[in-house]
């Protein structure tokens, strides 16, 4: 795949389901906006960055989620291929185009277009259809520890490996050590990417996987918290203490809030976190929670259930709108 070029490229749709489509100078094709990255770049960042060089508008990356990576004939370069990472966002209003771009339109995805891109006619607009949104990223929460059972780091073996074989990559805090430093370990074992978010303690309290894909230091945890969840296309629990409680419910709550269109869920292993569902029941019949949120969150036992869940998944109304 050497030979291909890679690029980011945005999905984003009007209220009439019209996909935004450009024009570059000197060119015929009609393309998803986007570009290529700069060094060191995350396709996520490159994303965002190329639609605000070309139309002038900043994307929120935390409404930023992946809808797949797609090979394809280049539009513009003959005898090339493309690699896309292509991304979704919520509708924002586009005024004009920048840079070198000529012309913008907003294409109906179920009807033919003779100007258009190999990548939109034979992946993207395929994949809008079916509704499905295979996550290239998951968010992992779970113990520093490893618990007292070895039933624990069993699964969460099982789960990276999993992971890696589904072709999805890891993003978590970074550490070396419990549960997220066994999921981490699987991934990369079985050939598959991790990204970790690290804050600066931490790193000096030589807790840090120094062997990840790429890992990010940051000097605060809001700011670690904030990143992991730009970086990535889901999130889920596997088991853990407080901290992975507040992380999942934070995650959950945004979601629910419409602060991003990810989805949430609980990987339960061997019933330990059926205490907690029985919880959040509770919360429902008192009144304190709505059947929807509660719905809105997956729970799953098996790695491939919890990854077709994930797929499936379609986010809620928010709650205040």
Do not use: C
Request: hydrophobic residues 45%.
């Amino acid at each position: 795949m050497s030979d291909a070029i890679r690029v980011s490229a945005v999905v984003m749709r009007d209220p009439e389901g019209r996909v935004l489509n450009v024009r570059k100078r000197g060119t015929s094709t009609l393309m998803l906006p986007g570009g290529k990255p700069e060094p060191g770049e995350d396709p996520r960042d490159t994303a965002i960055r190329e639609f605000a060089e070309e139309l002038g508008v900043q994307l929120d990356p935390l409404r930023l989620r992946g809808l797949g990576e797609f090979r394809s004939p280049a539009a513009n370069e003959p005898g090339r291929d493309v690699v896309a990472h292509v991304f979704e966002h919520p509708f924002v209003a586009v005024d004009r185009p920048l840079a070198e771009i000529e012309h913008l339109e907003w294409v109906d995805p179920t009807q033919d277009h003779p100007a258009m891109a190999p990548l939109n006619t034979e992946h993207v607009f395929p994949a809008l259809a079916a509704g499905i949104r295979a996550p290239q990223r998951l968010a992992v929460f779970t113990g520093s520890a490893l618990g007292n059972s070895p039933e624990f780091a069993s699964a969460a073996r099982e789960f990276g490996a999993a992971m890696a074989h589904a072709g999805i990559d890891l993003v978590y805090g970074g550490g070396k050590v419990g549960l997220m430093g066994t999921v981490a370990d699987a991934v990369l074992a079985n050939d598959g990417e991790v990204f970790g978010v690290i804050t600066e303690s931490l790193l000096a309290g030589e807790t840090g996987h120094t062997g990840l894909t790429r890992l990010e230091v940051v000097s605060s945890m809001p700011e670690r918290k904030r990143r992991m969840a730009e970086l990535t296309d889901a999130f889920v629990a596997l088991p853990g203490g407080p901290g992975t409680l507040e992380e999942i419910f934070e995650v959950w709550t945004w979601a629910t809030l419409g602060i991003h269109q990810k989805p949430v869920a609980i990987f339960d292993v061997n019933g330990y976190w059926q205490p907690l569902l029985a919880a959040l029941d509770a919360m429902v019949e008192a009144g304190f929670s709505s059947p929807a949120a509660r719905a809105s969150l997956i729970v799953a036992t098996d790695p491939a259930e919890l990854f077709t869940k994930l797929a499936a998944w379609q986010p809620p109304r928010p709650k205040w709108s």
